[in-house]
């Protein structure tokens, strides 16, 4: 018996082939007919007008730290997301060793939406947590190989002695038993930042027998960009994993000349064989922490050390001086150039700070009568790591330029939120794939329609090995997304981000609606993906 008919719709399937006018029938969480469907009992949609592609799937989300807070998702279902992949730049909340376990959770405060700590410490036990939620999406997780260097090494900026290194392979393999999809490092971060060539590849190896793929945020995406993005491709090459470029984009205008660069040694990659793919956000401007804009080795011992060496005259003398040389080998991020007027404060913790929600570190220094490098060393030293930030210095033309790359994933880098969340985040965490469908196919033509939801669809499918999601075939995982092309559109900015994109009408996760009419139903369907189920749910 069928449960859900999408009648008359337009349909685009996900493979990048011309829209079809069709019925979609689902039964049993399974896409049932593609074609005519004779009228009967099942709930019946008039989809007449509307886009139906496969639900979108975000090869890039930090929702791993705000799930078993937010488990509706409803920033992600709302604008079509139905499958999330967590644990990416190098963070994930596993594996987590009793010795270090509060520098961990003090490192990832900034993605931290208020975790359960202690329930867990095994990537298997992680996911067993998830299993327990009442998701309204599909959620699956990388290893991240910071969390995994932290368990390890602590912030230590060493060389791993073969120990430690074997230690470090063994946590991921856990990981790839339990079910993750790979494994992702976060270069730009400590203690991830200390980690040479050998032992990215070590770690890149150990998931290649379980068919996992490397998931990075390279080592610079400002001055040293094409270095970053050519370690990026050996460790492909040497640890015979395919490569995912985490939220390609160059920061600062003195580097944006060096995309065609990048995407010379892509497509030069690519060319010799290596599996290589971008994912990346529509906007011109990023989030991080506050902290990458220390020197490397003002992390080490982690966030209560970083406090400490701030509260110290000397060190912080010392932390200023490399700030203002500007040397970018030196500073978390690799950036030449400390722009404040660019950086605007999103969250903080509650308390005094959060009357600079909103500002950018020009403003905020100001109203103390500071230089802008000593509103930041001041804030770090009061809040530690547990400071959010939107940084702008992007490029528009760069912008669009890899997004009408083929290998390019639209990938929010967002988490799950919840209106009543607070704060100036990101407007990504709402508006990612409603913006790409509204502002870059429909007003502007950077891509196609059937183009672009291939980007969301069977691309990062195919680059999870998720054999039955990202298309609409008979036989298929039904996650669908009923939207309206001609108003679909991003309502969350910069000013405002708390707000749900508008024109998507329904949502379906595994044969079920979550989303009808614009509005939660509050519908269980969603499922945790394991790599070992092929992405069966």
């Not at 580097?255 to 497509?267: G, M, R, T």
Request: hydrophobic fraction near 45%; include cysteine.
């Amino acid at each position: 018996m069928r449960d859900i008919v999408f009648r008359g719709a337009s349909v685009v399937d996900g493979t990048g082939a011309a829209a079809f006018t069709a019925d979609v029938s689902v039964a049993d969480g399974r896409i049932d007919t593609v074609g005519s469907v004779a009228r009967g009992s099942a709930v019946s949609v008039d989809a007449r007008g509307m886009v139906l592609s496969p639900g979108f799937i975000d090869l890039h989300t930090h929702s791993d730290f705000a799930l078993p807070i937010y488990p509706r998702a409803s920033s992600m279902t709302r604008q079509g997301v139905t499958t999330q992949l967590t644990g990416n730049c190098g963070f994930s909340p596993f594996p987590v060793v009793d010795a270090r376990a509060d520098m961990l959770r003090e490192y990832s405060g900034f993605l931290d939406a208020g975790l359960p700590w202690g329930s867990w410490s095994s990537a298997s036990e992680y996911l067993k947590l998830l299993d327990a939620l009442p998701l309204a999406g599909n959620v699956a997780c990388l290893v991240g190989h910071g969390t995994v260097r932290m368990a390890v090494m602590g912030f230590d900026t060493g060389v791993p002695d073969p120990s430690q290194l074997e230690a470090m392979r063994a946590f991921v393999e856990e990981g790839m038993q339990a079910g993750t999809f790979g494994v992702s490092t976060g270069l730009t971060y400590a203690p991830a930042s200390a980690a040479a060539i050998e032992e990215l590849v070590a770690v890149a190896a150990a998931v290649a027998p379980y068919g996992g793929f490397y998931a990075t945020h390279i080592r610079s995406e400002a001055t040293t960009l094409l270095e970053a993005v050519a370690e990026a491709l050996e460790v492909g090459r040497r640890g015979h994993v395919p490569v995912q470029l985490s939220h390609h984009k160059i920061m600062g205008r003195d580097n944006w000349p060096k995309l065609a660069a990048s995407l010379a040694l892509i497509e030069s990659a690519r060319a010799d064989g290596l599996d290589v793919m971008l994912d990346q956000y529509p906007y011109t401007a990023g989030s991080t922490t506050l902290a990458v804009i220390l020197p490397r080795w003002a992390l080490v011992g982690g966030v209560a050390a970083m406090r400490q060496r701030l509260a110290s005259p000397e060190n912080r003398a010392e932390i200023r001086a490399v700030i203002a040389d500007q040397r970018p080998e030196d500073l978390v991020a690799g950036l030449r150039v400390f722009e404040p007027d660019f950086v605007v404060i999103a969250e903080v913790p509650e308390g005094p700070l959060a009357e600079y929600i909103g500002l950018t570190v020009t403003d905020v220094a100001r109203r103390r009568n500071q230089e802008p490098v000593d509103t930041v060393l001041d804030l770090l030293a009061a809040a530690g790591g547990d400071i959010l930030t939107v940084v702008h210095g992007q490029s528009e033309e760069n912008l669009r330029t890899i997004m009408a790359n083929e290998f390019t994933a639209i990938a929010s880098d967002g988490w799950t939120l919840s209106p009543e969340a607070g704060g100036r985040p990101h407007p990504r965490n709402y508006g990612t794939y409603a913006r790409v469908l509204g502002r870059y196919v429909r007003e502007e033509q950077v891509l196609g329609l059937e183009d672009a939801v291939r980007k969301m669809t069977s691309l990062p499918a195919s680059r999870m090995g998720l054999s039955d999601r990202g298309v609409i075939r008979e036989g298929a995982a039904a996650d669908l997304v009923l939207f309206d092309p001609s108003t679909v559109a991003d309502r969350a900015d910069f000013d405002r981000p708390h707000q749900f994109s508008a024109g998507v009408r329904t949502v379906v996760v595994n044969g079920r609606i979550v989303i009808d009419d614009g509005e939660d139903t509050g519908a269980v369907s969603g499922t945790v993906l394991r790599k070992n189920d092929r992405g069966r749910a």
